[in-house]
């Protein structure tokens, strides 16, 4: 395989890790693993949330470099496992530039779960986590119900493009009043309860996992990168509690 060839083939993969969920550790070492596997005398990888730059010295002691721009995460757990998978064949086997491009279409182009699915995972996860934090079955109810829309509404508002950060104001916004006003209609009794159990639907625990493990495994720029982001999103949500809160006069319903 020509290494510019490599080095798109490494790049895509490092490329899908990263926005699937992995930690910038794991993608540096895939890239160095694959083209090591390949004759590279030399990898050297420099990943961030937002950026990759891979530079490689062939057999022949010629130097390729290749960049790219990293915009935007999905997490899909499903995805990153399949990835693992082919890039142990690749080390294994040493596929042709034909081979890994196919595989790796393949994956790029898998279904994820059907929106109803995501719809009624975030409806009982909503509902556990408000019992867990102390609401009672009439709040699960309520909460499971808003965690229902809440993935809809979610949904919607990333189609429509909208940024990350705005479209956890708007979430957070509008299942806070919806809250408020079901437990005002005596659909519920403890408003705070239902609040935390949709809430949880939106916080950022894998993004905020991952900046610790990169910290502490020494990649500290990438590690505090995904850790403000985590940050930022977190006040995104509390933004937009604290916006419902304000409409109806400062205080929720108790």
Same mark, same amino acid.
């Given at each position: 395989m020509h290494p510019e060839q490599l080095l798109?083939?490494?790049l895509d993969m490092g490329e899908m890790m990263l926005i699937s969920g992995a930690e910038i550790g794991r993608v540096e070492n895939t890239?160095?693993?694959?083209?090591?596997?390949?004759?590279?005398?030399?990898?050297?990888?420099?990943t961030i949330t937002s950026s990759m730059v891979v530079s490689i010295e062939d057999?022949?002691?010629?130097?390729?470099t290749q960049t790219r721009r990293i915009t935007g995460t999905q997490t899909n757990l499903s995805r990153l496992d399949q990835l693992n998978s082919l890039s142990r064949e690749i080390c294994a086997k040493k596929p042709s530039y034909s081979f890994i491009q196919a595989k790796l279409r393949i994956i790029r182009e898998m279904r994820p779960y059907p929106l109803w699915f995501r719809a009624v995972s975030s409806a009982l996860i909503a509902g556990a986590f408000t019992v867990f934090f102390g609401g009672g079955?009439?709040?699960?109810?309520?909460?499971?119900? @808003?965690?229902f829309a809440l993935c809809f509404c979610t949904h919607w508002l990333q189609r429509a493009g909208?940024?990350? =950060?705005? *479209?956890?104001?708007?979430a957070s916004f509008l299942v806070s009043l919806a809250a408020i006003a079901l437990v005002g209609a005596h659909c519920g009794q403890d408003v705070n309860k239902i609040i935390i159990g949709n809430i949880m639907l939106l916080i950022p625990g894998i993004a905020l996992t991952n900046s @610790?493990?990169?910290?502490?495994s020494g990649d500290i720029m990438s590690g505090m990168l995904?850790?403000?982001?985590? =940050?930022? *999103?977190a006040a995104a949500i509390a933004a937009g509690y604290i916006l419902a809160a304000q409409l109806i006069g400062g205080s929720l319903w108790i």
């Open positions: 798109t083939c490494a890239v160095q693993l694959i083209c090591a596997a390949y004759g590279c005398r030399r990898t050297d990888v420099f057999r022949d002691r010629k130097f390729y079955w009439a709040d699960m109810v309520v909460s499971a119900i @808003l965690g909208m940024n990350q =950060i705005f *479209v956890n104001v708007v @610790l493990r990169d910290m502490i995904r850790f403000f982001d985590a =940050i930022l *999103v």
